[in-house]
């Protein structure tokens, strides 16, 4: 998606060890106009796709799948990090590690809200390792969820996340497919579509 | 508002302690149409204001933010909460006490998104002792920035941070004030507007 690509290269800060700052207008700072492009695109990419549910993670998915859902005239739910232990059943729980954070949380949805049958669209602003995604998918697994596609922002395609993830038979459109970055230039080399 | 009111009475849950549970539709299952309508009635309500941004905080609070910054054709900013310390010196920091976790929380956001002189909305999903919306105001104070209006979802008029925050000067904006909570009976009581 030429929008966010170019968003990318105006804005986009490359940090040492394959790090890209867009916080300028994606995750810290945000701008609903280009998400709203983005929904739009998304609604394109995944037209046909019956769509119940979005689905994201805390804390900077939300914002983007507020605004997709809105556009598709269904819910989201954002499924919550904690590093409490809450035994009361009434909750799918799944382990993500955060390589930003170097650690792992606890991942977690209330049942009621995903439920068997439902077919949901995941949403998040990166992909990378696909740690997040694939604590997502398990989430939707117990439920018995159907998933009918993953759209993220921004993917690293030099990781090893969306290959794994498109191995597995998913339907992931990310509108960003970096393929390299210079930390010394501050050039992004994005994926020919 | 009545839209939000119906709602809190159709499909809130008032639980011992003045805890009131709407995770399924504000702040873990969200409706992003209920939010719109929210946005419609902010809107309205700071008429001929100038709004050059609008503020929130993790994470509850991003996913009306991003619905209220995109109808108002503003950017928005959410405040992120970290246990970790920082002293880069690029953050304005402040620190908040979270009832609801028992714990106090640094809460940070990059200097170079609050600007001096810039004419800031607040908005967040819950108002009942304020200690969040303080946090956020001493976060645009160390900026300079203006803040022209507070937004606020569901205010716990029987707790103190509405009227702290009035009493200052604020234009405070709740959508819904509850007047009182009764967990035996589940009724929920509307402060008359």
Redesign the interface.
Known sequence: MKELEDRIREQGIVRAGNVLKV???LN??????L??SMAEEWKKRFAGKQIDKVLTI??SG??????V??KL?V????A?KTESINLDGEQYRTQVFSFTKKKTYDVI??K??INEGEHVLLIDDFLASGKAILGLLDLCKQAGAVVEGIGIAIEKSFQEGGELLRSRGYNVQSLARIAAMDDQTGEVKFVED
Request: charged share 20%; net charge negative.
């Open positions: 916080d300028s207008f810290h700072q945000c701008d609903p106009q998400f709203a805390e804390a939300i914002g983007i799948a507020a605004i859902a809105e005239g819910p989201f739910v954002f919550k949805v209330a009621r809200f």
